[in-house]
């Protein structure tokens, strides 16, 4: 791609949430409670826009458990190198409320010395993961030093419903604050990626200057496992993710005790707030499994010797119009059968793959089950083919990264014709 005869990107700085390979193990090793699917999302676009140019570089700040709860007080800064990409984490106090400060802090240093490294190249595009504050004010900082560079803002959540379950005064405090430091901010990125349509009201984004990106996956992912059933005892029904009883948990592990299957078990992976519940049903009921935590390698190898993979989020919260959930596309490229709830922010098409519940109760849950079970076995698989499909030829890394670009340098061509 090409702007005025010169090749536009030249230049990548990626800045977001991520932890490279090495330093992803040496935080499981430590505790750290990291955002799994985010880092996945993150590890997919940096590595298919590596491709474009000689030299990615990635500024990242983690998100993890803030202390007491989190093991750390201070994270520490972490450098990296994955081929062509160079990756820094830097160091902030991680403490509630006073992380974002550090982090900003921490952030704007490492952006300014990268700037004056890089302040005479053209053709710069700056991704930025995720519409959090120390990001967002990155993008005045580069502004000011290379004030055409084009800046897009992928927008996997919106503002307004990160903290949507802390109804306490501070928790509302700080959720009204973000919002409008994210409102004034906004002005200093050019161009928005959305998980969901509807996004683009909240956001009031103008027009041209936002696409829709609801998910990518990379189908390459799936040539480093064994994707063939094993011979196995007992049907198996897995949900991976956050253990979390807003997240229909509970509305899950009672609909299958409900409907009482036969040689059947649910297998559960992740940690949340619902972990003592099911550790408690478990110990009740052999055929109910809490798997843990553990690596994304072993559960993904683990989804593929399942008969059905779940997601109980319920639709009723007014955030899922605004998200279409990672999980979603992960589940579907397995070629196993998909099981989850009428999402808003899942666009109908996913639907003609899925198996939907309509009725979001544990009842609900107990029906689909028992009828998912009493379908023939050839015409599940079949239907969880065309997914796995569907996802390969309209959703996979390389075509979606495609579009993000294209879209970044018709936003460089509107800089051009001001």
Known sequence: MSTNGKKFPQKILFIGTYAGKDYLSVLHQQSYYIQMAANQTEAY???????YV???????????????HGKKLYVK?????????????????????ISVASQTIAMQTSIRKWMKKNQTDEGLLVVIYAMRIPFLKCSKVIKKYIPDAVIVNVVPDLPLYTRMYDKSLTGRIITYFNQRMTARLQKHVDGFVLYAEKMKDVLKCKEDH????????????NQNFDTGSKRKDQQIVLYAGSLEEQY???LLVEGFLRAKLPNTSLHLYGEGNYIKEIIKYSQECPNIRYCGMVPPEEVRRNMYQADLLVNPRPSKEAFTKFSCPSKTLEYMSTGKPVMMTRLGGVPEEYFQYIYAVEDETA??????????FQLPKESREERAKKGQQFIYEKKDVGIQIKRVLEFSHMLRQLQDDK
């Open 54 to 68: 000689a030299q990615l570089d990635v500024i990242s700040a983690l998100v993890t458990v803030p202390y007491p």
């Open 77 to 97: 800064r972490n450098q990296e190198t994955n081929g062509n990409c160079k990756i820094e984490n830097v160091s902030f106090i991680n403490f509630p409320v």
């Open 45 to 51: 676009y940096i590595t298919e826009l590596a491709k």
């Open 248 to 250: 229909g948990l509970s």
């Open 210 to 221: 936002w696409i829709v990106v609801e998910g990518l996956f990379d189908k390459r992912k």
């Open 363 to 372: 009842a609900g849950f107990a029906k689909e089950l028992i009828q998912f």
